[in-house]
Protein backbone atom coordinates (compact mmCIF):
# COMPACT_ATOMS: atom_id res chain seq x y z
CA UNK A 1 0.00 0.00 0.00
CA UNK A 2 1.47 3.43 -0.94
CA UNK A 3 2.44 5.67 1.52
CA UNK A 4 0.08 8.45 2.02
CA UNK A 5 1.53 11.68 1.45
CA UNK A 6 -1.80 14.32 1.52
CA UNK A 7 -4.69 13.67 3.96
CA UNK A 8 -7.80 15.94 2.78
CA UNK A 9 -9.78 17.24 5.41
CA UNK A 10 -13.46 18.15 5.17
CA UNK A 11 -14.71 21.26 7.26
CA UNK A 12 -17.84 21.20 8.50
CA UNK A 13 -18.24 18.51 11.56
CA UNK A 14 -14.39 17.46 11.48
CA UNK A 15 -12.75 20.47 12.15
CA UNK A 16 -16.02 22.67 13.32
CA UNK A 17 -19.33 21.92 14.64
CA UNK A 18 -22.26 22.25 11.88
CA UNK A 19 -25.67 22.20 13.58
CA UNK A 20 -27.66 25.28 12.15
CA UNK A 21 -30.94 23.46 14.01
CA UNK A 22 -28.96 23.53 17.59
CA UNK A 23 -28.61 27.37 17.28
CA UNK A 24 -31.96 27.73 16.46
CA UNK A 25 -33.15 25.85 19.34
CA UNK A 26 -31.57 27.57 21.67
CA UNK A 27 -32.81 31.22 20.92
CA UNK A 28 -36.42 30.27 19.46
CA UNK A 29 -37.20 27.13 21.10
CA UNK A 30 -37.42 23.31 19.49
CA UNK A 31 -41.00 23.59 18.15
CA UNK A 32 -40.53 27.46 16.18
CA UNK A 33 -37.14 25.99 15.17
CA UNK A 34 -38.86 22.63 12.82
CA UNK A 35 -41.91 25.07 12.25
CA UNK A 36 -39.50 27.53 10.20
CA UNK A 37 -37.11 24.50 9.24
CA UNK A 38 -40.68 22.62 8.21
CA UNK A 39 -42.03 26.29 6.00
CA UNK A 40 -38.59 27.89 4.92
CA UNK A 41 -35.64 25.24 2.87
CA UNK A 42 -32.86 26.45 4.57
CA UNK A 43 -30.82 23.83 3.75
CA UNK A 44 -31.42 24.68 0.08
CA UNK A 45 -30.35 28.08 0.21
CA UNK A 46 -27.18 27.40 2.37
CA UNK A 47 -26.84 25.06 -0.74
CA UNK A 48 -27.01 27.89 -3.06
CA UNK A 49 -24.48 29.56 -1.07
CA UNK A 50 -22.03 26.37 -1.23
CA UNK A 51 -22.29 27.04 -5.09
CA UNK A 52 -21.13 30.53 -5.19
CA UNK A 53 -24.46 32.25 -4.65
CA UNK A 54 -23.80 35.63 -2.80
CA UNK A 55 -24.03 34.66 1.09
CA UNK A 56 -25.58 37.59 2.13
CA UNK A 57 -28.19 38.61 -0.88
CA UNK A 58 -29.30 34.82 -0.88
CA UNK A 59 -30.06 34.38 2.53
CA UNK A 60 -31.66 38.21 2.88
CA UNK A 61 -33.86 37.00 -0.64
CA UNK A 62 -35.33 34.05 1.02
CA UNK A 63 -36.18 36.58 4.59
CA UNK A 64 -37.69 38.64 2.29
CA UNK A 65 -39.95 35.55 0.58
CA UNK A 66 -41.00 34.34 4.00
CA UNK A 67 -41.90 38.02 5.80
CA UNK A 68 -43.08 36.10 8.91
CA UNK A 69 -39.59 34.81 9.53
CA UNK A 70 -37.83 37.46 8.07
CA UNK A 71 -35.30 38.05 11.48
CA UNK A 72 -34.87 34.21 12.22
CA UNK A 73 -33.78 33.65 8.53
CA UNK A 74 -31.56 36.71 7.98
CA UNK A 75 -29.73 35.67 11.84
CA UNK A 76 -28.21 32.71 9.29
CA UNK A 77 -26.23 35.29 7.68
CA UNK A 78 -25.75 37.87 10.75
CA UNK A 79 -24.82 35.47 13.51
CA UNK A 80 -23.45 32.67 11.04
CA UNK A 81 -19.96 32.12 13.33
CA UNK A 82 -22.41 30.74 16.04
CA UNK A 83 -24.18 27.98 13.72
CA UNK A 84 -20.27 26.91 12.99
CA UNK A 85 -18.98 26.25 16.26
CA UNK A 86 -17.79 25.37 18.53
CA UNK A 87 -14.30 24.26 16.94
CA UNK A 88 -13.08 19.58 17.25
CA UNK A 89 -10.14 20.28 18.84
CA UNK A 90 -8.40 17.26 18.91
CA UNK A 91 -9.50 17.09 14.83
CA UNK A 92 -6.95 20.29 14.67
CA UNK A 93 -4.40 19.20 16.90
CA UNK A 94 -4.44 16.15 14.04
CA UNK A 95 -4.27 18.49 11.78
CA UNK A 96 -1.19 20.52 13.23
CA UNK A 97 0.49 17.26 13.79
CA UNK A 98 0.40 16.15 10.42
CA UNK A 99 1.80 18.98 9.21
CA UNK A 100 4.44 18.97 11.52
CA UNK A 101 5.17 15.08 10.24
CA UNK A 102 5.43 17.08 6.87
CA UNK A 103 2.21 15.39 5.49
CA UNK A 104 0.57 17.74 3.29
CA UNK A 105 -3.15 19.11 4.62
CA UNK A 106 -5.93 20.08 1.93
CA UNK A 107 -9.17 21.37 2.89
CA UNK A 108 -11.99 20.46 0.44
CA UNK A 109 -15.36 21.58 1.65
CA UNK A 110 -18.68 22.56 0.93
CA UNK A 111 -18.47 26.50 1.81
CA UNK A 112 -19.52 29.79 0.27
CA UNK A 113 -17.60 32.41 -0.72
CA UNK A 114 -18.48 34.86 2.01
CA UNK A 115 -19.47 32.66 5.07
CA UNK A 116 -15.78 31.02 4.50
CA UNK A 117 -14.33 34.66 4.59
CA UNK A 118 -16.04 34.91 7.87
CA UNK A 119 -14.61 31.50 8.93
CA UNK A 120 -11.20 32.46 8.01
CA UNK A 121 -11.28 35.25 10.71
CA UNK A 122 -13.08 33.26 13.32
CA UNK A 123 -10.77 30.39 13.36
CA UNK A 124 -6.75 31.07 11.73
CA UNK A 125 -6.01 27.38 11.88
CA UNK A 126 -8.23 27.63 8.33
CA UNK A 127 -5.09 29.22 6.90
CA UNK A 128 -2.79 26.37 7.58
CA UNK A 129 -4.05 23.97 4.63
CA UNK A 130 -1.23 23.56 1.72
CA UNK A 131 -4.26 24.08 -0.08
CA UNK A 132 -7.76 24.53 -0.29
CA UNK A 133 -10.85 23.64 -2.60
CA UNK A 134 -13.82 25.58 -1.01
CA UNK A 135 -16.94 24.73 -3.60
CA UNK A 136 -18.25 28.41 -3.52
CA UNK A 137 -14.83 29.32 -5.27
CA UNK A 138 -15.33 26.18 -7.36
CA UNK A 139 -19.36 26.16 -8.63
CA UNK A 140 -19.77 22.49 -7.41
CA UNK A 141 -20.46 20.79 -4.02
CA UNK A 142 -19.93 17.33 -2.53
CA UNK A 143 -20.60 14.35 -3.22
CA UNK A 144 -20.86 15.26 -7.03
CA UNK A 145 -18.07 13.33 -8.65
CA UNK A 146 -16.92 16.86 -10.24
CA UNK A 147 -15.50 18.43 -6.95
CA UNK A 148 -12.91 15.24 -6.48
CA UNK A 149 -11.76 15.23 -10.04
CA UNK A 150 -11.12 18.88 -9.51
CA UNK A 151 -9.11 17.73 -6.82
CA UNK A 152 -7.24 15.27 -7.87
CA UNK A 153 -6.33 16.91 -11.48
CA UNK A 154 -4.59 20.19 -9.31
CA UNK A 155 -3.33 18.96 -6.27
CA UNK A 156 -0.16 16.88 -8.09
CA UNK A 157 -0.70 14.14 -5.52
CA UNK A 158 -1.28 10.43 -7.08
CA UNK A 159 -4.50 9.67 -6.04
CA UNK A 160 -4.18 6.57 -4.07
CA UNK A 161 -1.68 8.50 -2.22
CA UNK A 162 -4.73 10.64 -0.75
CA UNK A 163 -6.49 9.67 2.49
CA UNK A 164 -10.01 12.04 3.04
CA UNK A 165 -11.10 12.65 6.41
CA UNK A 166 -15.08 13.09 6.48
CA UNK A 167 -17.64 12.36 8.56
CA UNK A 168 -20.58 12.28 6.03
CA UNK A 169 -22.03 9.08 5.46
CA UNK A 170 -23.02 10.45 1.90
CA UNK A 171 -19.57 12.01 0.91
CA UNK A 172 -17.50 8.51 2.56
CA UNK A 173 -20.20 6.67 0.27
CA UNK A 174 -19.04 8.46 -2.76
CA UNK A 175 -15.43 8.30 -1.89
CA UNK A 176 -15.87 4.49 -1.44
CA UNK A 177 -17.67 4.04 -4.66
CA UNK A 178 -14.77 5.97 -6.12
CA UNK A 179 -12.12 3.76 -4.37
CA UNK A 180 -10.66 6.40 -2.15
CA UNK A 181 -8.73 5.55 0.96
CA UNK A 182 -11.37 6.83 3.88
CA UNK A 183 -11.63 7.35 7.15
CA UNK A 184 -14.98 8.72 8.51
CA UNK A 185 -14.19 10.74 11.65
CA UNK A 186 -16.17 10.66 14.31
CA UNK A 187 -17.59 13.50 16.49
CA UNK A 188 -16.43 12.69 19.92
CA UNK A 189 -15.78 15.14 22.94
CA UNK A 190 -12.50 13.99 23.73
CA UNK A 191 -9.34 14.42 21.80
CA UNK A 192 -9.15 11.00 20.71
CA UNK A 193 -7.26 10.32 17.44
CA UNK A 194 -6.32 6.90 17.66
CA UNK A 195 -8.32 5.39 15.12
CA UNK A 196 -6.79 7.65 12.05
CA UNK A 197 -3.80 7.30 13.86
CA UNK A 198 -3.74 3.66 13.49
CA UNK A 199 -4.69 3.86 9.72
CA UNK A 200 -1.51 6.49 9.47
CA UNK A 201 0.87 4.69 10.65
CA UNK A 202 0.23 1.52 8.65
CA UNK A 203 0.74 4.10 6.01
CA UNK A 204 3.73 5.54 7.20
CA UNK A 205 2.84 8.88 8.70
CA UNK A 206 4.08 9.11 12.07
CA UNK A 207 2.04 11.44 13.95
CA UNK A 208 3.43 13.15 17.25
Not at 3 to 10: G, N, Q, R, S, T
Not at 24 to 49: P, S, T, W
Request: net charge neutral.
Amino acid sequence: MPAIEAVVFDIGNVLIEWHPERYYDRVIGEHRRKRLFAEVDLHGMNEKVDLGADFRRTIYATADQHPGWRDEIRWWHDNWIKLAEPVIEHSVHLLRALRRNGVQVFALSNFGIGSFALAEQEYPFLGAFDRRYISGHMGVTKPGPEIYQALESDCSVAPERLLFADRSEEHTSELQSRRKLVCRLLLTKKKNTNNLSTIFHSHSCILA
